[in-house]
Every structure is written in C-alpha cells, then in structure tokens.
T-cell receptor, first 114, second 114 residues
Framework: RKEVEQDPGPFNVPEGATVAFNCTYSNSASQSFFWYRQDCRKEPKLLMSVYSSGNEDGRFTAQLNRASQYISLLIRDSKLSDSATYLCVVNPRGELNNNNDMRFGAGTRLTVKP | DADVTQTPRNRITKTGKRIMLECSQTKGHDRMYWYRQDPGLGLRLIYYSFDVKDINKGEISDGYSVSRQAQAKFSLSLESAIPNQTALYFC?????????????FGEGSWLTVV
C-alpha cells in the first residue's frame, strides 16, 4: 500500500462546478499535510497547508479527517485556470519543518471545461 | 527569473554515460533536495542536504550521487545512466525558519536515457 494515495482522475468538470478530491495516508502519526498544484510540464507549487481541522483560502477548502486518515480539497466555482494536477503531500514523521521526509501522492488531474 | 534554476532543462543521453544535473538557488535556503517524478508514482526523494558538505540519502538514492559545493549549489550525478532513470527531475529548497514546510521547486529537468 502506498503511503499517500490519490484518485488519479482525470476529473473533467464544467466551469462553475464544485469538485472535491480525497487523499488517504497510511501513517496515523502524521501531523503536517499540504496540497500542491502542478501545471502540465511545470514544477509543483504550494497551494495550501492543512493544519488541525482544516483551512480555507477563497474558493479552496482543505479538510483533515484524522480518524479516517484522509484529507480533502474542495474547489468551488471552478475556473478554467484551475486545470492542473493536485498533489497531496504528507509529512509522516509529524515534525514541523522536517522537509526531508515529505511523501507525495501521485496527483489528481483536473480539467475544467468551458 | 526563477529562484531555483536547473540545468540542463532537457537532456537525452545514452545508457552507460555519466550525466550531471545542476541546481542553483537565490533564495538563501540551507536545505536543498533532489526529487524524481514518474507517472503514477509521485515525487520521490533521491538525496537531500541541510548544509554545505551535508549529504543524506533519500528514498531512492541507488545509482545517483550528489555534491553540495556551496549553499546555493546542489548537483546530481548519474554515474552510469540506465533507461529506468528516464524521468523528470526536480531540485528544491526549503527554509525551516520561514514559511513552515513550503518546498520551492526548480522548473525541472527532463532526462531521457536511451
């Protein structure tokens, strides 16, 4: 079983739709969780950190469910520019700033269509 | 200009050849990393360095070596390239004293071993 698992998609949604992705992790001691965005043939960039009970940033909401060991990313009112691959990232050691142990999911591809 | 710069951006090389990927950063971060990305597998850590002369193996270090010549430079070498090292390689930096666990990636180096 992979340490971080994501539905690869692709998710194809119309503009304005609400879409949600889930990510499960295997290490119950994990403390730090993140969503990165990666455009086609580009580098990943931090979208959101997810701490404690979750985080919201404009149209994006990330939530954490420790009991079930998953995090989710909700995108409301999808824009064409949201088309990208979304990577779930987990720090399994639970030590803040211990970047050497980050585990990346394979990503979920989203395409928003007009 | 990118804060994390990788060269070359694209390279095709033959099996058995030695190849070096170079990375330089202007962010002033002490921590630097090399990852590879393969379809369906997510990003995997090859080596990381927390300071000049500090070298640590990551998840998949076999077949690779690195050198941290200065705070701003971290190079990755494939001593004898093989086809299954064909991948997209990312250099990255982070600053534990800064924005938490944010990892900043270079633009990537596409390597094809034939």
């Amino acid at each position: 079983r992979k340490e971080v698992e994501q539905d690869p998609g692709p998710f194809n949604v119309p503009e304005g739709a609400t879409v949600a992705f889930n990510c499960t992790y295997s290490n119950s001691a994990s403390q730090s969780f993140f969503w990165y965005r990666q455009d086609c043939r580009k580098e990943p960039k931090l979208l959101m950190s997810v701490y404690s009970s979750g985080n919201e940033d404009g149209r994006f909401t990330a939530q954490l469910n420790r009991a079930s060991q998953y995090i989710s990313l909700l995108i409301r009112d999808s824009k064409l520019s949201d088309s990208a691959t979304y990577l779930c990232v987990v720090n399994p050691r639970g030590e803040l700033n211990n970047n050497n142990d980050m585990r990346f999911g394979a990503g979920t591809r989203l395409t928003v269509k007009p | 200009d990118a804060d994390v710069t990788q060269t070359p951006r694209n390279r095709i090389t033959k099996t058995g050849k030695r190849i070096m990927l170079e990375c330089s950063q202007t962010k002033g971060h002490d921590r630097m990393y090399w990852y590879r990305q393969d379809p369906g597998l997510g990003l995997r850590l090859i080596y990381y360095s927390f300071d000049v002369k500090d070298i640590n193996k990551g998840e998949i270090s076999d077949g690779y070596s690195v050198s941290r010549q200065a705070q701003a430079k971290f190079s990755l070498s494939l001593e004898s390239a093989i086809p299954n090292q064909t991948a997209l390689y990312f250099c990255a930096t982070s600053d534990p004293g800064g924005a938490g666990n944010t990892i900043y990636f270079g633009e990537g180096s596409w390597l094809t071993v034939v």
